[in-house]
């Protein structure tokens, strides 16, 4: 069975810097991309950004520039490096992926069906 494990969660201030690790193990071909997401209290599920096998990457407005989603396939482990951290950024972070993703869905939670179990990121002014 897949499984996404999800580290680097912490409390930091404003304008700080965080990494966030995606452990991956158990894919199929069929899981070309894995994407991060985030869900803040009382507000819905939220892609963040997304990288495919070859590559590509895909990034919601709110984080252009500011964060950067790569991967090193040899640990099979996907990272979201994010910087100058808002308030806004406070959420629970996930990755995910699944086999019907495309491109056009790359930031839609909807479209992947395998999630891990979070980490929290909070952000204090």
């Given at each position: 069975q897949?499984?996404?494990?999800?580290?680097?969660?912490?409390?930091?201030?404003?304008?700080?810097?965080?990494?966030?690790?995606?452990?991956?193990?158990?894919?199929?071909?069929?899981?070309?991309?894995?994407?991060?997401?985030?869900?803040?209290?009382?507000?819905?599920?939220?892609?963040?950004?997304?990288?495919?096998?070859?590559?590509g990457t895909y990034y919601a407005d709110s984080?252009?520039?500011?964060?950067?989603?790569?991967?090193?396939?040899?640990?099979?482990?996907?990272?979201?490096?994010m910087n100058s951290l808002k308030p806004e950024d406070t959420a629970v972070y996930y990755c995910a992926t699944g086999p019907n993703v495309r491109w056009y869905s790359a930031l839609k939670p909807a479209d992947f069906g395998y999630w891990g179990q979070g980490t929290q990121v909070t952000v204090s002014s």
């Open positions: 897949v499984q996404l494990v999800e580290s680097g969660g912490d409390s930091v201030q404003a304008g700080g810097s965080l990494r966030l690790s995606c452990a991956a193990s158990r894919l199929t071909s069929s899981m070309r991309y894995i994407g991060w997401f985030r869900q803040a209290p009382g507000k819905e599920r939220e892609g963040v950004a997304t990288i495919s096998t070859l590559g984080v252009k520039g500011r964060f950067t989603i790569s991967q090193d396939n040899a640990k099979n482990t996907v990272y979201l490096q």
